[in-house]
């Protein structure tokens, strides 16, 4: 319950937003736009540092509706595709998302997160929600007379109290309420943890491929190759997290230890150099075993997350704000129908999760990298795989069918292995007489 004796400041609103980052953010705009009154507490002050620079393509939609594109275009680098390059193959496969299904939406963005942040937390601010930075929430109650009260910590110490009718966590990895009513908890399919650093001068990929995302496998993972508006180039290795705990050099070393084991990366940073000591960030593949409650729901980061591979966090964060948005509309206005509205909003997003989660569980495996290496169009299925990397995640989208064909592939394509694996493999009978 908030402390008594705390200095008191009472703050009412409709909608209490814990979070500043892009599905914090983007509820505030939409919910202010609707004339709720939103309040936004966010610990840090913007412009900060957040990893997860890449966007997709259906991010773009969504900029437009909230009226920030041409900012976007003013930070951001633009990006038309994404470059595969791997061991096992002779050459890199480049796919562009004009090749995709949805032919118009063929270019997204890479981002400096500071400067993204901004754009997304000042437009929820223009758009009348009230903002206050510095501010780290850190209790919350549900009064059995209804509606929230929270209490947050300023940098100097001073505490305020916060009243709303709705409460929205968005605090992104910090998983505020999941952390607080153990909803947490791992992902039983998936580990896996990152280490990054921003390079100067290294090599782009030439002309309109230059803003594009490259994707290394290598032998303990795989790598991002994000080149920034700035000139600098975000690069980090995702691994299982045991191979970041075995390390015995400190991160940044242990970054250069990891390029230099990627002769294709290594060559494309042969001129580079670090601006910064790189930065590790441990296992972060999560999901909460619910995403709502009676009066409050979590979106984005706050309600689990997977692994940056396909760039999916923040459209996922921004996409499940406009749903989210609907959800809590509904609560203030209908509350007979809030229940059903939360768990609609819930079983939304984990549809969302999971159509990329298929992929992205498989990404190391040598039959995927075989698909995305060597791509083929038969019945449409290469534009359909695309159109996901895009952000197509709509339950009516066409693309579903041709997915669906492309998971037969992948499983006829294991299948075929273990087969092959199987009938060439010497029998234990026929090892003992050798
Ligand atoms: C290694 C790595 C690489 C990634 N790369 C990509 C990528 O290329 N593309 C992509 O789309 N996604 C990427 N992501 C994911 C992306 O970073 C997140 O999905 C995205 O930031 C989620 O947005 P959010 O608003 O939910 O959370 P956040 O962006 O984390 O925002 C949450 C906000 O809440 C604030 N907050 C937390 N607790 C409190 C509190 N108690 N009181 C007040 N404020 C609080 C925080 O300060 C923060 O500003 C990556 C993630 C990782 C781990």
Known sequence: ??????????????????????????????????????????????????????????????????????????????????????????????????????????????????????????????????????????????????????????????????????????????????????????????????????????????????????????????????????????????????????????VTAFLMELIATCPALAARLKNAALTGPATGTGNYSYDCTSMVGDRYLMVGDAAGFIDPVFSTGVYLAMHGAFVAADAVTTSLDQPARAAAALRDYERDCRKKLARFSWFIYRITSPAIRGLFMAPRNYLRVEEAVLALLSGDVDARSPIRSRLLLFKLLYYFGTGFDKLRDALLRPSAALRVRS
């Open 1 to 250: 319950m908030p402390d008594q004796s705390a200095q008191k400041s009472a703050h009412d609103a409709d909608v209490l937003i814990i979070g500043g980052g892009p599905a914090g953010s983007t509820l505030a705009a939409l919910l202010a736009a609707r004339g709720k009154s939103a309040v936004v507490l966010e610990k840090d002050r913007h412009p900060r540092f957040h990893i997860g620079e890449s966007l997709l393509p259906f991010n773009v939609p969504l900029f437009e509706r909230l009226g920030v594109l041409d900012e976007i275009r003013r930070i951001g680098m633009p990006k038309f595709g994404i470059e595969f390059v791997s061991p096992h193959h002779e050459r890199p496969s480049l796919l562009e998302f004009a090749g995709s299904w949805h032919k118009e939406q063929d270019c997204a963005f890479q981002v400096r997160r500071s400067d993204f942040d901004l754009v997304l937390l000042r437009n929820a601010s223009a758009k009348g929600a009230r903002v206050f930075e510095e501010c780290r929430v850190t209790e919350v109650a549900f009064p059995t007379g209804g509606g929230v009260c929270a209490t947050s910590v300023d940098t100097d110490g001073a505490t305020r109290e916060w009243h709303a009718r709705f409460l929205v966590d968005a605090s992104g990895r910090d998983t505020f309420m999941a952390g607080r009513q153990n909803l947490k908890q791992r992902n039983k399919r998936h580990a896996s943890a990152a280490i990054f650093g921003h390079f100067t001068s290294a090599e782009r990929l030439p002309g309109r491929a230059a803003g594009n995302i490259s994707i290394f496998w290598f032998a303990k993972g795989w790598f991002w190759f994000i080149p920034l508006a700035d000139g600098t180039t975000s690069i980090g290795a995702v691994c299982r997290p045991e191979t970041f705990k075995a390390r015995e050099s400190d």
